[in-house]
């Protein structure tokens, strides 16, 4: 198991931008051997939800509650995963993973269980 920790959760006021981010715990190049990388977010009294998904082999997708606003992607060496988030709402409230599977997967998978590896998440909490 290669660690991920998330950093850049906070709390803003609806309309605001954040920018999450994860890398590995420790040797940072194990990284970049994950095939797909993934954002979920899970508010309570909801399923964990995909937010988005990127990999070797596929071009990052959205979920449609985020699609436009929120921008997943990767620095040029793969040893970290951001997701950019502009024009947050309240309901965009929730603790935010990040998620990695070696599956050569494509297109990536929306369902948690194809990710082995996650992080501890980061409070994501947007004010209306």
């Known amino acids: 198991q290669v660690p991920l920790v998330e950093s850049g959760g906070g709390s803003v006021e609806a309309g605001g931008t954040l920018t999450l981010s994860c890398g590995a715990s420790?040797?940072?190049?194990?990284?970049?051997?994950?095939?797909?990388l993934a954002w979920f977010r899970h508010a309570p009294g909801e399923a964990r939800e995909r937010v988005a998904t990127?990999?070797?082999?596929?071009?990052?997708r959205y979920s449609d509650s985020v699609k436009g606003r929120f921008t997943i992607s990767q620095d040029d060496d793969k040893t970290n995963l951001y997701l950019q988030m502009t024009s947050l709402k309240p309901e965009d409230t929730a603790m935010y993973y990040c998620?990695?599977?070696?599956?050569?997967?494509?297109?990536?998978?929306?369902?948690?269980?194809?990710?082995?590896?996650w992080g501890q998440g980061t409070q994501v909490t947007v004010s209306s």
């Open positions: 998620a990695a599977s070696y599956g050569r997967y494509r297109p990536c998978p929306a369902a948690p269980r194809n990710y082995g590896t």
């Open positions: 420790g040797d940072s190049s194990r990284f970049s051997q994950f095939y797909c």
């Open positions: 990127i990999g070797m082999d596929d071009s990052p």
